[in-house]
Protein backbone atom coordinates (compact mmCIF):
# COMPACT_ATOMS: atom_id res chain seq x y z
CA UNK A 1 0.00 0.00 0.00
CA UNK A 2 1.21 3.36 -0.90
CA UNK A 3 0.84 6.65 1.32
CA UNK A 4 -2.19 8.41 0.24
CA UNK A 5 -2.98 11.97 1.48
CA UNK A 6 -5.66 14.68 0.53
CA UNK A 7 -4.28 16.95 -2.56
CA UNK A 8 -6.30 20.17 -2.69
CA UNK A 9 -6.36 20.70 -6.26
CA UNK A 10 -8.12 17.57 -7.07
CA UNK A 11 -10.11 17.66 -3.74
CA UNK A 12 -9.23 13.84 -3.41
CA UNK A 13 -6.63 11.40 -1.55
CA UNK A 14 -4.06 10.19 -3.80
CA UNK A 15 -1.07 8.38 -3.62
CA UNK A 16 2.23 10.37 -3.02
CA UNK A 17 5.97 9.24 -5.06
CA UNK A 18 8.31 11.63 -6.66
CA UNK A 19 7.65 12.12 -10.25
CA UNK A 20 11.01 11.82 -11.49
CA UNK A 21 12.76 8.38 -10.19
CA UNK A 22 15.69 9.43 -10.15
CA UNK A 23 15.39 12.83 -7.93
CA UNK A 24 14.16 12.76 -4.42
CA UNK A 25 10.94 13.86 -3.74
CA UNK A 26 10.93 17.58 -4.02
CA UNK A 27 8.61 18.84 -0.99
CA UNK A 28 8.05 23.25 -0.57
CA UNK A 29 6.68 24.51 2.41
CA UNK A 30 5.76 27.81 3.26
CA UNK A 31 7.98 29.15 6.19
CA UNK A 32 7.71 31.76 8.89
CA UNK A 33 7.39 35.95 8.50
CA UNK A 34 9.80 36.54 11.02
CA UNK A 35 8.73 40.00 12.43
CA UNK A 36 7.67 38.52 15.65
CA UNK A 37 7.49 34.67 17.15
CA UNK A 38 5.93 31.63 15.71
CA UNK A 39 2.34 31.00 17.83
CA UNK A 40 1.18 27.40 18.29
CA UNK A 41 -1.12 27.68 15.30
CA UNK A 42 1.98 28.12 12.85
CA UNK A 43 3.65 24.94 14.66
CA UNK A 44 0.71 23.04 13.78
CA UNK A 45 0.90 23.45 10.18
CA UNK A 46 5.20 22.95 10.83
CA UNK A 47 4.27 19.80 12.73
CA UNK A 48 1.99 18.14 10.08
CA UNK A 49 4.31 18.65 7.71
CA UNK A 50 7.19 17.23 9.60
CA UNK A 51 5.35 14.13 9.79
CA UNK A 52 4.45 13.94 6.32
CA UNK A 53 8.32 14.09 6.00
CA UNK A 54 8.80 11.36 8.43
CA UNK A 55 6.03 9.21 7.35
CA UNK A 56 7.84 9.72 3.47
CA UNK A 57 11.18 8.67 4.99
CA UNK A 58 10.25 5.33 7.15
CA UNK A 59 8.69 4.38 3.45
CA UNK A 60 11.93 4.11 1.78
CA UNK A 61 11.05 7.53 0.19
CA UNK A 62 13.81 10.10 -0.71
CA UNK A 63 12.69 13.54 0.89
CA UNK A 64 14.03 16.75 -0.41
CA UNK A 65 12.00 19.71 1.75
CA UNK A 66 12.44 23.08 1.08
CA UNK A 67 11.03 25.90 3.47
CA UNK A 68 11.84 29.36 2.99
CA UNK A 69 11.77 31.90 5.38
CA UNK A 70 10.23 35.35 4.21
CA UNK A 71 12.24 38.54 5.97
CA UNK A 72 10.99 41.60 3.48
CA UNK A 73 7.50 42.47 3.52
CA UNK A 74 4.91 44.94 4.70
CA UNK A 75 5.43 43.14 8.66
CA UNK A 76 8.94 42.75 8.68
CA UNK A 77 9.45 46.25 7.49
CA UNK A 78 7.08 48.15 9.21
CA UNK A 79 8.00 46.09 12.47
CA UNK A 80 11.74 46.98 11.98
CA UNK A 81 11.39 50.32 11.52
CA UNK A 82 8.80 50.83 14.16
CA UNK A 83 12.08 49.14 16.57
CA UNK A 84 14.60 50.91 15.11
CA UNK A 85 16.32 48.12 13.82
CA UNK A 86 18.10 47.46 10.44
CA UNK A 87 15.79 44.77 8.70
CA UNK A 88 18.52 42.05 8.67
CA UNK A 89 19.25 42.40 12.07
CA UNK A 90 15.50 42.64 13.41
CA UNK A 91 14.42 39.82 11.30
CA UNK A 92 17.32 37.29 12.16
CA UNK A 93 16.45 37.96 16.03
CA UNK A 94 13.00 36.55 15.43
CA UNK A 95 14.98 33.64 12.65
CA UNK A 96 16.98 32.41 15.43
CA UNK A 97 14.05 32.26 18.13
CA UNK A 98 12.03 30.19 15.34
CA UNK A 99 14.73 27.73 14.44
CA UNK A 100 15.49 26.95 18.61
CA UNK A 101 11.15 26.50 18.89
CA UNK A 102 11.58 24.11 15.74
CA UNK A 103 14.54 22.39 17.63
CA UNK A 104 12.77 21.97 20.86
CA UNK A 105 9.66 20.78 19.22
CA UNK A 106 11.63 18.33 16.80
CA UNK A 107 11.51 19.44 13.51
CA UNK A 108 13.85 18.11 11.21
CA UNK A 109 15.14 20.92 9.90
CA UNK A 110 14.96 21.74 5.70
CA UNK A 111 17.28 20.59 3.37
CA UNK A 112 16.77 24.14 1.99
CA UNK A 113 16.06 27.31 3.74
CA UNK A 114 16.05 29.97 1.41
CA UNK A 115 15.12 33.50 2.45
CA UNK A 116 13.76 36.31 0.70
CA UNK A 117 15.80 39.36 0.88
CA UNK A 118 18.85 36.76 0.21
CA UNK A 119 17.19 35.68 -4.01
CA UNK A 120 16.26 39.24 -4.60
CA UNK A 121 17.75 39.00 -7.94
CA UNK A 122 16.07 35.76 -9.14
CA UNK A 123 12.51 37.28 -8.23
CA UNK A 124 13.49 40.00 -10.21
CA UNK A 125 14.39 37.83 -13.16
CA UNK A 126 10.75 36.08 -12.79
CA UNK A 127 9.20 39.67 -12.85
CA UNK A 128 11.03 40.32 -16.07
CA UNK A 129 9.89 36.59 -18.14
CA UNK A 130 6.29 37.19 -16.88
CA UNK A 131 6.67 41.15 -17.97
CA UNK A 132 7.83 39.61 -21.45
CA UNK A 133 5.67 36.80 -21.85
CA UNK A 134 2.57 39.55 -21.17
CA UNK A 135 1.12 38.21 -17.98
CA UNK A 136 2.22 41.17 -16.38
CA UNK A 137 2.69 45.13 -16.61
CA UNK A 138 3.89 48.08 -15.08
CA UNK A 139 2.12 50.68 -13.29
CA UNK A 140 2.59 54.55 -13.14
CA UNK A 141 5.16 54.65 -10.00
CA UNK A 142 7.11 52.05 -11.30
CA UNK A 143 5.38 49.09 -9.57
CA UNK A 144 4.87 45.62 -11.42
CA UNK A 145 1.65 43.83 -11.09
CA UNK A 146 0.66 39.87 -12.64
CA UNK A 147 -2.17 40.40 -14.98
CA UNK A 148 -4.58 37.62 -13.55
CA UNK A 149 -7.03 37.54 -16.60
CA UNK A 150 -3.58 36.61 -18.34
CA UNK A 151 -3.77 33.17 -16.64
CA UNK A 152 -7.03 31.49 -17.69
CA UNK A 153 -6.85 28.35 -15.15
CA UNK A 154 -6.44 31.54 -12.02
CA UNK A 155 -8.79 29.86 -9.36
CA UNK A 156 -8.19 26.51 -10.12
CA UNK A 157 -6.77 24.99 -6.52
CA UNK A 158 -9.20 27.28 -4.80
CA UNK A 159 -12.10 26.65 -6.91
CA UNK A 160 -12.65 30.19 -7.88
CA UNK A 161 -14.42 31.45 -11.00
CA UNK A 162 -12.49 34.34 -12.73
CA UNK A 163 -15.39 35.92 -14.00
CA UNK A 164 -16.14 36.72 -10.12
CA UNK A 165 -13.35 38.06 -8.80
CA UNK A 166 -13.71 41.71 -8.14
CA UNK A 167 -10.28 43.78 -9.47
CA UNK A 168 -8.97 45.30 -7.05
CA UNK A 169 -6.32 47.92 -8.72
CA UNK A 170 -6.79 50.51 -6.33
CA UNK A 171 -7.69 50.78 -2.25
CA UNK A 172 -10.80 52.38 -0.79
CA UNK A 173 -8.40 55.44 -0.53
CA UNK A 174 -7.92 55.22 -4.36
CA UNK A 175 -4.31 54.70 -3.78
CA UNK A 176 -2.84 51.52 -6.08
CA UNK A 177 -3.78 47.96 -4.26
CA UNK A 178 0.03 46.92 -3.54
CA UNK A 179 -0.29 45.46 0.09
CA UNK A 180 0.86 42.13 0.15
CA UNK A 181 -1.89 40.55 2.18
CA UNK A 182 -5.69 41.65 1.39
CA UNK A 183 -7.79 42.46 4.53
CA UNK A 184 -10.87 41.46 2.04
CA UNK A 185 -11.96 37.91 0.43
CA UNK A 186 -10.92 38.31 -3.14
CA UNK A 187 -8.00 40.44 -4.84
CA UNK A 188 -7.57 40.52 -8.50
CA UNK A 189 -4.25 42.17 -10.00
CA UNK A 190 -1.15 41.87 -7.44
CA UNK A 191 2.21 43.22 -7.00
CA UNK A 192 5.31 41.09 -8.18
CA UNK A 193 7.55 44.52 -7.45
CA UNK A 194 6.62 47.34 -5.04
CA UNK A 195 8.14 51.14 -5.83
CA UNK A 196 9.71 52.67 -2.92
CA UNK A 197 8.22 54.60 -0.37
CA UNK A 198 8.91 57.08 2.03
CA UNK A 199 7.61 54.78 5.01
CA UNK A 200 9.81 51.99 3.88
CA UNK A 201 12.88 53.52 4.76
CA UNK A 202 16.34 51.96 3.81
CA UNK A 203 14.66 48.74 2.66
CA UNK A 204 14.91 48.79 -0.93
CA UNK A 205 16.71 47.24 -3.87
CA UNK A 206 17.24 48.02 -7.64
CA UNK A 207 15.67 46.50 -10.60
CA UNK A 208 14.84 47.47 -14.31
CA UNK A 209 11.48 49.49 -12.98
CA UNK A 210 13.40 51.02 -10.46
CA UNK A 211 14.21 50.70 -7.05
CA UNK A 212 11.46 49.21 -4.26
CA UNK A 213 11.09 45.53 -3.41
CA UNK A 214 9.16 42.24 -4.24
CA UNK A 215 5.97 41.48 -3.49
CA UNK A 216 5.02 38.99 -1.10
CA UNK A 217 3.87 36.12 -3.66
CA UNK A 218 6.41 36.07 -6.08
CA UNK A 219 9.11 34.91 -3.39
CA UNK A 220 7.61 31.30 -3.47
CA UNK A 221 7.41 30.91 -7.02
CA UNK A 222 11.13 31.62 -7.91
CA UNK A 223 12.45 29.68 -4.98
CA UNK A 224 10.16 26.89 -5.38
CA UNK A 225 11.44 26.66 -8.74
CA UNK A 226 14.79 27.37 -8.31
CA UNK A 227 15.47 24.66 -5.73
CA UNK A 228 12.72 22.17 -6.89
CA UNK A 229 12.44 22.54 -10.91
CA UNK A 230 9.58 23.75 -12.75
CA UNK A 231 7.40 21.09 -11.61
CA UNK A 232 7.61 19.19 -7.86
CA UNK A 233 6.21 16.97 -5.95
CA UNK A 234 3.99 18.34 -3.05
CA UNK A 235 3.86 21.82 -1.69
CA UNK A 236 2.49 22.56 1.59
CA UNK A 237 0.71 25.21 3.92
CA UNK A 238 -2.25 26.26 6.36
CA UNK A 239 -5.25 26.58 4.89
CA UNK A 240 -5.16 30.33 5.27
CA UNK A 241 -2.75 30.12 2.35
CA UNK A 242 -4.83 28.49 -0.32
CA UNK A 243 -6.59 31.51 -1.81
CA UNK A 244 -4.97 34.13 -2.57
CA UNK A 245 -0.92 33.31 -1.97
CA UNK A 246 -0.35 29.88 -3.31
CA UNK A 247 -3.07 30.52 -6.31
CA UNK A 248 -0.75 33.76 -7.51
CA UNK A 249 2.10 31.23 -6.87
CA UNK A 250 0.56 29.21 -9.26
CA UNK A 251 -0.05 31.74 -11.63
CA UNK A 252 3.24 32.90 -11.75
CA UNK A 253 5.21 30.21 -11.55
CA UNK A 254 3.28 28.42 -14.59
CA UNK A 255 3.22 31.67 -16.73
CA UNK A 256 7.11 32.47 -16.09
CA UNK A 257 8.25 28.53 -16.84
CA UNK A 258 5.24 27.58 -19.41
CA UNK A 259 5.09 24.25 -17.85
CA UNK A 260 1.15 23.80 -16.21
CA UNK A 261 1.48 21.46 -13.03
CA UNK A 262 3.42 23.75 -10.99
CA UNK A 263 3.45 21.02 -7.85
CA UNK A 264 1.71 17.95 -8.59
CA UNK A 265 -0.13 17.72 -5.18
CA UNK A 266 -1.26 20.59 -2.18
CA UNK A 267 -1.31 19.80 1.19
CA UNK A 268 -3.09 22.38 3.20
CA UNK A 269 -3.69 21.76 7.02
CA UNK A 270 -6.47 23.07 8.57
CA UNK A 271 -6.36 26.41 10.96
CA UNK A 272 -6.01 25.92 15.03
CA UNK A 273 -8.78 27.14 17.53
CA UNK A 274 -7.94 27.68 21.24
CA UNK A 275 -10.63 27.50 23.82
CA UNK A 276 -12.89 27.25 20.76
CA UNK A 277 -12.12 30.67 19.59
CA UNK A 278 -10.39 32.00 16.40
CA UNK A 279 -6.06 33.07 18.40
CA UNK A 280 -5.83 36.61 18.67
CA UNK A 281 -4.16 38.82 20.65
CA UNK A 282 -6.97 41.16 21.97
CA UNK A 283 -8.84 37.75 23.48
CA UNK A 284 -5.16 36.82 25.02
CA UNK A 285 -5.12 33.61 23.67
CA UNK A 286 -2.15 33.56 21.32
CA UNK A 287 0.14 31.11 22.74
CA UNK A 288 3.56 30.89 21.96
CA UNK A 289 6.05 27.78 22.99
CA UNK A 290 7.29 30.01 25.31
CA UNK A 291 4.16 30.85 26.74
CA UNK A 292 3.29 27.08 27.25
CA UNK A 293 6.63 26.80 28.58
CA UNK A 294 6.06 28.79 31.12
CA UNK A 295 3.59 27.00 32.10
CA UNK A 296 5.58 24.23 33.18
CA UNK A 297 4.61 22.53 29.68
CA UNK A 298 7.45 20.60 27.84
CA UNK A 299 7.83 20.60 24.15
CA UNK A 300 7.18 17.08 23.40
CA UNK A 301 3.50 17.71 25.28
CA UNK A 302 2.85 20.84 23.34
CA UNK A 303 4.06 18.84 20.38
CA UNK A 304 1.80 15.87 21.06
CA UNK A 305 -1.09 18.11 21.82
CA UNK A 306 -0.51 19.88 17.98
CA UNK A 307 -0.59 16.36 16.34
CA UNK A 308 -3.70 14.46 18.14
CA UNK A 309 -6.20 15.84 15.46
CA UNK A 310 -6.34 14.94 12.21
CA UNK A 311 -4.57 17.58 9.65
CA UNK A 312 -7.76 17.85 7.85
CA UNK A 313 -9.71 18.82 10.66
CA UNK A 314 -10.32 21.59 12.62
CA UNK A 315 -8.34 21.24 15.95
CA UNK A 316 -9.10 23.20 19.51
CA UNK A 317 -6.36 23.60 21.97
CA UNK A 318 -7.18 24.03 25.42
CA UNK A 319 -4.81 24.18 28.57
CA UNK A 320 -6.67 21.36 29.46
CA UNK A 321 -5.77 19.16 26.64
CA UNK A 322 -2.26 20.21 27.30
CA UNK A 323 -2.53 18.46 30.43
CA UNK A 324 -3.81 15.33 28.80
CA UNK A 325 -1.27 15.60 26.36
CA UNK A 326 1.48 15.09 29.21
CA UNK A 327 -0.69 12.21 30.55
CA UNK A 328 -0.66 10.52 27.69
CA UNK A 329 2.88 10.72 27.23
CA UNK A 330 4.01 9.52 30.49
CA UNK A 331 1.70 6.52 29.78
CA UNK A 332 3.80 5.59 26.46
CA UNK A 333 6.79 5.95 28.27
CA UNK A 334 5.46 3.49 31.25
CA UNK A 335 4.84 0.87 28.20
CA UNK A 336 8.26 1.86 26.46
CA UNK A 337 9.30 1.14 30.30
CA UNK A 338 7.88 -1.87 30.47
CA UNK A 339 8.79 -2.87 26.54
CA UNK A 340 12.81 -2.26 26.66
CA UNK A 341 12.97 -4.19 30.13
CA UNK A 342 11.28 -7.04 28.66
CA UNK A 343 14.19 -6.79 26.41
CA UNK A 344 16.81 -5.99 28.69
CA UNK A 345 17.69 -2.31 27.72
CA UNK A 346 17.15 0.89 29.85
CA UNK A 347 15.09 4.06 29.03
CA UNK A 348 18.22 5.55 27.62
CA UNK A 349 18.85 2.90 24.90
CA UNK A 350 15.32 3.88 23.58
CA UNK A 351 16.39 6.52 21.45
CA UNK A 352 18.50 4.48 19.21
CA UNK A 353 15.42 2.00 18.66
CA UNK A 354 13.48 4.39 16.66
CA UNK A 355 15.23 4.97 13.34
CA UNK A 356 14.54 6.72 10.12
CA UNK A 357 15.11 3.78 7.93
CA UNK A 358 13.15 1.80 6.02
CA UNK A 359 11.17 -1.32 8.28
CA UNK A 360 9.16 -3.80 8.07
CA UNK A 361 9.27 -4.66 11.77
CA UNK A 362 6.42 -3.05 13.26
CA UNK A 363 5.10 -5.98 16.18
CA UNK A 364 2.15 -4.89 17.45
CA UNK A 365 1.92 -1.56 15.97
CA UNK A 366 1.88 -2.41 12.06
CA UNK A 367 -2.02 -1.14 12.48
CA UNK A 368 -1.34 2.07 13.66
CA UNK A 369 1.66 2.53 10.86
CA UNK A 370 -0.92 1.81 7.93
CA UNK A 371 -3.21 4.73 9.06
CA UNK A 372 -0.20 7.17 9.03
CA UNK A 373 0.03 5.92 5.46
CA UNK A 374 -3.69 6.27 4.98
CA UNK A 375 -3.93 10.02 4.64
CA UNK A 376 -2.27 10.84 7.89
CA UNK A 377 -4.42 9.42 10.20
CA UNK A 378 -2.83 10.37 13.41
CA UNK A 379 -5.94 10.03 15.73
CA UNK A 380 -6.13 6.82 14.11
CA UNK A 381 -3.31 5.90 14.76
CA UNK A 382 -2.49 7.04 18.19
CA UNK A 383 -5.65 5.32 19.33
CA UNK A 384 -3.85 1.86 17.87
CA UNK A 385 -0.72 2.70 19.37
CA UNK A 386 -2.86 2.68 23.28
CA UNK A 387 -4.90 -0.39 21.92
CA UNK A 388 -1.94 -2.29 21.35
CA UNK A 389 -0.06 -1.99 25.07
CA UNK A 390 -2.50 -4.53 26.49
CA UNK A 391 -1.03 -7.08 24.45
CA UNK A 392 2.74 -6.30 24.61
CA UNK A 393 2.63 -5.94 27.94
CA UNK A 394 1.35 -9.66 28.53
CA UNK A 395 2.61 -12.07 30.80
CA UNK A 396 4.64 -14.88 28.40
CA UNK A 397 5.08 -12.73 25.83
CA UNK A 398 8.07 -14.15 23.87
CA UNK A 399 11.46 -12.24 23.74
CA UNK A 400 11.19 -12.14 19.82
CA UNK A 401 8.08 -10.65 20.03
CA UNK A 402 8.68 -7.97 22.52
CA UNK A 403 11.78 -6.83 20.49
CA UNK A 404 9.93 -6.57 17.62
CA UNK A 405 7.22 -4.73 19.81
CA UNK A 406 9.89 -2.20 20.76
CA UNK A 407 11.11 -1.58 17.10
CA UNK A 408 7.59 -1.12 15.91
CA UNK A 409 6.78 1.67 18.70
CA UNK A 410 10.00 3.32 18.50
CA UNK A 411 8.92 3.89 14.70
CA UNK A 412 5.96 4.87 15.27
CA UNK A 413 7.17 7.43 17.91
CA UNK A 414 9.82 8.67 15.18
CA UNK A 415 6.57 9.42 12.17
CA UNK A 416 5.45 11.31 15.05
CA UNK A 417 8.18 13.09 16.01
CA UNK A 418 7.52 12.14 19.48
CA UNK A 419 10.91 11.88 21.88
CA UNK A 420 10.61 9.75 25.22
CA UNK A 421 12.60 10.02 28.60
CA UNK A 422 14.14 13.58 28.01
CA UNK A 423 11.98 15.93 28.61
CA UNK A 424 11.52 17.52 32.51
CA UNK A 425 8.14 19.61 33.53
CA UNK A 426 9.72 22.90 34.25
CA UNK A 427 8.08 25.26 37.23
CA UNK A 428 5.88 27.63 36.41
CA UNK A 429 7.77 30.56 37.12
CA UNK A 430 7.80 32.77 40.64
CA UNK A 431 6.27 35.84 41.17
CA UNK A 432 8.42 38.34 42.84
CA UNK A 433 7.51 39.49 46.23
CA UNK A 434 6.61 43.07 44.70
CA UNK A 435 4.05 41.29 41.72
CA UNK A 436 2.65 39.05 44.73
CA UNK A 437 1.69 42.05 46.90
CA UNK A 438 0.36 44.24 43.77
CA UNK A 439 -2.10 40.72 43.24
CA UNK A 440 -3.33 40.96 46.78
CA UNK A 441 -3.80 44.97 47.05
CA UNK A 442 -5.78 44.52 43.36
CA UNK A 443 -8.12 41.48 44.85
CA UNK A 444 -8.75 43.53 47.69
CA UNK A 445 -9.71 46.48 45.61
CA UNK A 446 -12.18 44.32 43.42
CA UNK A 447 -13.51 42.56 46.59
CA UNK A 448 -14.59 46.18 48.08
CA UNK A 449 -15.78 46.89 44.33
CA UNK A 450 -13.22 49.40 43.73
CA UNK A 451 -12.99 48.87 40.34
CA UNK A 452 -10.80 51.84 39.25
CA UNK A 453 -8.23 51.08 41.85
CA UNK A 454 -8.79 47.41 40.90
CA UNK A 455 -7.50 48.22 37.30
CA UNK A 456 -4.91 50.29 38.43
CA UNK A 457 -3.34 47.48 39.77
CA UNK A 458 -3.96 45.57 37.41
CA UNK A 459 -2.19 47.85 34.70
CA UNK A 460 0.92 48.05 37.10
CA UNK A 461 0.96 44.14 37.34
CA UNK A 462 1.09 44.40 33.15
CA UNK A 463 3.59 46.62 33.55
CA UNK A 464 5.67 44.36 35.38
CA UNK A 465 4.79 41.01 32.76
CA UNK A 466 2.08 39.66 34.95
CA UNK A 467 -1.49 39.29 34.92
CA UNK A 468 -4.08 37.88 37.65
CA UNK A 469 -6.60 34.98 36.88
CA UNK A 470 -9.82 35.24 38.98
CA UNK A 471 -11.58 32.40 40.42
CA UNK A 472 -14.36 32.56 42.59
CA UNK A 473 -12.66 31.80 45.65
CA UNK A 474 -9.25 33.98 44.97
CA UNK A 475 -6.93 34.00 42.00
CA UNK A 476 -3.64 32.65 40.63
CA UNK A 477 -0.45 34.71 38.76
CA UNK A 478 0.66 34.07 35.37
CA UNK A 479 3.61 35.78 33.34
CA UNK A 480 2.63 37.27 30.48
Known amino acids: MSI ?6 SRSVKPLGAHDPNRPFGMYCCGPTVYGPAHIGNFRTFINQDILRRVLQLDGISVHH ?8 DKTIQRSQAEGLPLQEFTSKWTRLFHEDCAALNLLPPHVEPSAIAHIP ?17 ATDGSV ?12 LSHLNLGELRTQSTNSAGSPNDADEYEREHASDF ?3 KTRK ?13 EGRPGWHIECSAMSTHYLGDTFDLHGGGEDLCFP ?5 IAQAECATGHSGFARHWFHGRHLMVDNKKMSKKLGNLYTLADLRARGATPMAVRYALLSGHYRSQLNFTLEGLAGAASALAKLEKAAGKLLARCGLSKSDFASISTPEPTTTWGSFAGAWNELREDLNVPAALGKVFAAFPETSADGRALDQARADLSGLGNVLYALGLVLFTDAPQEPAQAPAIVEELARQR ?20 QLGWKALDRKDGYSLEKV
Open 198 to 210: PEDGPNHWPSPWG
Open 145 to 156: YFKVSSFHDYGK
Open 443 to 462: WKAKQARDFAQADAFRYKLE
Open 122 to 138: LQVGMIQKLLASGHAYT
Open 4 to 9: RVYDTL
Open 245 to 249: HHENE
Open 66 to 73: VRNITDVD
Open 191 to 193: ALW
